[in-house]
């Protein structure tokens, strides 16, 4: 059974440091991973799809990269903002289910 | 567009009550996903459908039924909610299963006392 571990479980940086995130799964048999963020008391906004073939994507300030053989996901954030304090959760996609992680909660202080 | 939706956005019950989350998407998405979500834990699979008629069992099933009658509509039934069942509850769908971003409704938030 696929498990999917977020670590650290929450962060504080100050505003201007680049954000790393870190997600890692036990099986490498994955069709893609995918990067969410979620504010206090709303759904899950999709940010970055990395499909199983790719090392990385980007959006923006956002890069995520993908080693499935040492079975890590990284998500960085650069030059972070206060806007960006919000949980990021990662989850391992096997045959069209999600598995996710607990996810990493963000703060960015101004 | 509206999204995903989700009806309604809170609610309480009692032990042994039953209820129904309906769950609403605009997008044509033949794939939706009904989820919880407990502190500490993530999201959970509880049940999914890969298109109208069809539903199947995700990670955690008991206790819960759905239906697909329509495309566009994805039920999620309690029927004799416990205190275990207090959740926040998601809905999803996607255009397909995997390679696919999967797009998130609000949430439900359930509480069983």
């Known amino acids: 059974k696929q498990e999917v571990t977020q670590i650290p479980a929450a962060l504080s940086v100050p505003e201007g440091e680049n954000l790393v995130l870190n997600c890692s799964f036990t099986?490498?048999?994955?069709?893609?991973l995918q990067w969410f963020r979620q504010d206090p008391g709303k759904g899950l906004t999709s940010l970055l799809l990395?499909?199983?073939?790719?090392r990385e994507q980007t959006s923006g300030r956002l890069n995520a990269s993908l080693d499935k053989s040492s079975g890590r996901s990284t998500l960085y954030i650069a030059a972070s903002q206060p806007g960006d304090s919000a949980t990021y959760l990662c989850a391992s996609d096997s045959w069209g289910k999600l598995q996710f992680g607990a996810g990493t909660q963000v703060v960015v202080t101004p | 567009n509206a999204g995903v939706t989700q009806t309604p956005k809170f609610r309480v019950l009692k032990t042994g009550q039953s209820m129904t989350l309906l769950c609403a998407q605009d997008?044509?998405?033949?794939?939706m996903y009904w989820y919880r979500q407990d502190p500490g834990m993530g999201l959970r699979l509880i049940h999914y459908s890969v298109g109208e008629g069809t539903t199947a069992k995700g990670e955690v099933p008991d206790g819960y039924n759905v239906s697909r009658l329509k495309k566009q509509n994805f039920l999620l039934g309690l029927e004799s909610a416990a205190p275990s069942q207090t959740s926040v509850y998601f809905c999803?769908?996607?255009?397909?299963?995997?390679?696919?971003?999967?797009?998130f409704g609000p949430g439900t938030r359930l509480t069983v006392t």
């Open positions: 997008m044509n998405h033949e794939y």
């Open positions: 990395i499909q199983s073939s790719q």
């Open positions: 999803a769908s996607s255009p397909e299963g995997s390679s696919y971003e999967q797009y």
């Open positions: 099986d490498s048999a994955i069709y893609n």
